[in-house]
């Protein structure tokens, strides 16, 4: 069964940083494209970040630049490092497998002062 | 960007009725291999998005078969042809032809 544990969502400044990590289980990591979903309050799923399955990274306009996404294969673990948050980076962040097929129970990130 | 636009916004069913969402997108979802990348998706309240639907009409697994997507190019459809509490929420369809990837709007789906 496959399963994604997202973690390190909480409450940060404007301005400041935060990490969230992607345990996954359950089928061949190394091979699978990965990626981060968003979603605002009350609002509709964006596709923030994409880690290809042929190793390509895209990232969506809104946090290109802020955002970046790694993997350790060795530890089945993917990455999303959030820089100079703002206030409408507030979400539920879910962790996806490949085209949709598989997605975690969600991380919140709060960016407030 | 590909634009994808999804009617109705809200639609309220009758339970044991049929139900159908249309999603158009501004730009062809045929790829070179010639697949065609359309996916729909399903949340309810509270919960994680599940994806119900890929490649316009392949259902995903543990997918009860009164979902079905159709649909060619520009215009798709998904279909629920009776309608149970269960399938209440919101419904999304999505392409993966070319970054960036995008969703619908999304549709409301409640009973009367």
């Known amino acids: 069964e496959v399963q994604l544990l997202e973690s390190g969502g909480g409450l940060v400044q404007p301005g400041g940083s935060l990490r969230l990590s992607c345990v996954a289980s359950?089928?061949?990591?190394?091979?699978?494209?990965m990626s981060w979903v968003r979603q605002a309050p009350g609002k509709g799923l964006e596709w923030v970040s994409l880690f290809h399955d042929d190793g390509d990274i895209h990232y969506s306009d809104s946090v290109n630049g802020r955002f970046a996404i790694s993997r350790d294969n060795s530890k089945n673990t993917f990455y999303l490092q959030m820089n100079s948050l703002r206030a409408d980076d507030t979400a539920v962040y879910y962790c996806?497998?490949?085209?949709?097929?598989?997605w975690g129970q969600g991380t919140l990130v709060t960016v407030s002062s | 960007d590909v634009v994808m636009t999804q009617s109705p916004l809200s639609l309220p069913v009758t339970l044991g009725q049929p139900a159908s969402i249309s999603c158009r997108s501004s730009q062809s979802l045929v790829y070179t291999d010639g697949d065609t990348y359309l996916n729909w998706f399903h949340q309810r309240p509270g919960q994680s998005p599940r994806r119900l639907i890929y490649k316009v009409s392949k259902r995903d697994s543990g997918v009860p078969d009164r979902f079905s997507g159709s649909g060619s190019g520009t215009d798709f459809t998904l279909r629920i042809s009776r309608v149970e509490a269960e399938d209440v929420g919101v419904y999304y369809c999505m392409h993966s032809i070319r970054w960036p990837w995008t969703f619908g709007q999304g549709t409301k789906v409640e009973i009367k």
């Open positions: 359950g089928f061949t990591f190394s091979i699978s494209g």
């Open positions: 996806v497998k490949d085209r949709g097929d598989s």
